[in-house]
């Protein structure tokens, strides 16, 4: 397998001899307003550019959307990718916002979606604290991982937009990956904290998957990401985590 960070949580997944596009946030930088009630709230979104071709980004057999929230499904992803590729989604919600942009070829993810020998199994989190949900739990909405599985592969778990929670733990119990992929920018609502996860949150990751590869995405891209790579990896190495945690830049790959 292959896992190239193209930008925020937007990856490009070779597994299987299938290649996919997870959570395309394809605008050029600057294009958005800063989330409102969010940290830093005066930088505009994305932060920074892609560094990935466009042509590369759009070379996939088919795209995998966890939740539609701007910095993972936005404008320029709609007008980008062809109307007919198959787009992997959540639920019904999604699938029908997807089909409402034009897209003709939309499954809904389960525990056991097949996609030429590729076994793709939705798994639950949660974008925040029970505390967040209850302040603004339509803002943050339902989300999820998916889990990778062939039988010629590495099994990866992709975990989504969700902070360290008892979902989490029971993902990593059931399905024991071997590479886990976090979305651990740790960005930030005012008031109501983390909506994803930061240090801390790997660090308890790195303790429950002993063995895995833990692999950090949705880093310094968006306004309202507080940890940066540079935090970390820093934190990783005072943690003795180096060897099972990559932080890799944009445009970087890491194979398995």
Same mark, same amino acid.
């Given at each position: 397998?292959?896992?190239?960070?193209?930008?925020?949580?937007?990856?490009?997944?070779?597994?299987?001899?299938?290649?996919?596009?997870?959570?395309?946030? %394809?605008?050029?930088?600057?294009?958005?307003?800063?989330?409102?009630?969010?940290?830093?709230?005066?930088?505009?979104?994305?932060?920074?550019?892609? =560094?990935?071709?466009m042509s590369e980004i759009l070379d996939v057999d088919a795209v995998i959307v966890t939740h539609t929230h701007l910095d993972h499904w936005d404008e320029a992803?709609?007008?980008?990718?062809?109307?007919?590729?198959?787009? %992997?989604?959540?639920?019904?919600?999604?699938?029908?916002?997807?089909?409402?942009?034009?897209?003709?070829?939309?499954?809904?993810?389960?525990?056991?979606?097949?996609?030429?020998?590729?076994?793709?199994?939705?798994?639950?989190?949660?974008?925040?604290?029970?505390?967040?949900?209850?302040?603004?739990?339509?803002?943050?909405?339902?989300?999820?991982?998916?889990?990778?599985? #062939?039988?010629?592969? *590495? =099994?990866?778990?992709?975990?989504?937009?969700?902070?360290?929670?008892?979902?989490?733990?029971?993902?990593?119990?059931?399905? *024991?990956?071997?590479?886990?992929?976090?979305?651990?920018?740790?960005?930030?609502?005012?008031?109501?904290?983390?909506?994803?996860?930061?240090?801390?949150?790997?660090? *308890?990751? #790195?303790?429950?998957?002993?063995?895995?590869?833990?692999?950090?995405?949705?880093?310094?891209?968006?306004? #309202?990401?507080?940890?940066?790579?540079?935090?970390?990896?820093?934190?990783?190495?005072? *943690?003795?985590?180096?060897?099972?945690?990559?932080?890799?830049?944009?445009?970087?790959?890491?194979?398995?």
């Amino acid at each position: 397998m292959k896992i190239t960070q193209v930008r925020n949580a937007t990856l490009r997944i070779d597994f299987g001899g299938k290649r996919f596009l997870v959570d395309p946030y %394809l605008a050029v930088k600057g294009a958005y307003p800063a989330l409102p009630g969010t940290a830093s709230g005066d930088r505009r979104n994305p932060l920074v550019e892609l =560094t990935v071709p466009m042509s590369e980004i759009l070379d996939v057999d088919a795209v995998i959307v966890t939740h539609t929230h701007l910095d993972h499904w936005d404008e320029a992803a709609k007008n980008l990718i062809p109307k007919g590729m198959l787009v %992997l989604v959540q639920n019904e919600m999604d699938a029908a916002a997807i089909q409402a942009a034009g897209f003709s070829n939309t499954r809904i993810l389960t525990d056991n979606t097949t996609f030429d020998g590729i076994t793709l199994i939705k798994t639950p989190g949660r974008h925040g604290s029970d505390e967040a949900y209850a302040a603004i739990r339509d803002r943050l909405g339902e989300v999820c991982g998916v889990v990778f599985r #062939h039988l010629d592969e *590495k =099994t990866i778990y992709l975990a989504g937009d969700t902070i360290w929670n008892g979902y989490v733990e029971d993902n990593l119990r059931t399905h *024991k990956p071997d590479v886990i992929v976090l979305n651990c920018g740790d960005a930030q609502i005012i008031g109501l904290g983390s909506i994803i996860m930061g240090k801390e949150d790997v660090y *308890k990751v #790195h303790r429950a998957a002993l063995g895995a590869i833990l692999v950090a995405s949705h880093m310094e891209a968006v306004n #309202h990401g507080m940890l940066s790579r540079r935090e970390l990896r820093e934190f990783i190495a005072e *943690k003795g985590m180096t060897p099972r945690v990559l932080v890799p830049d944009d445009g970087e790959a890491v194979s398995f």
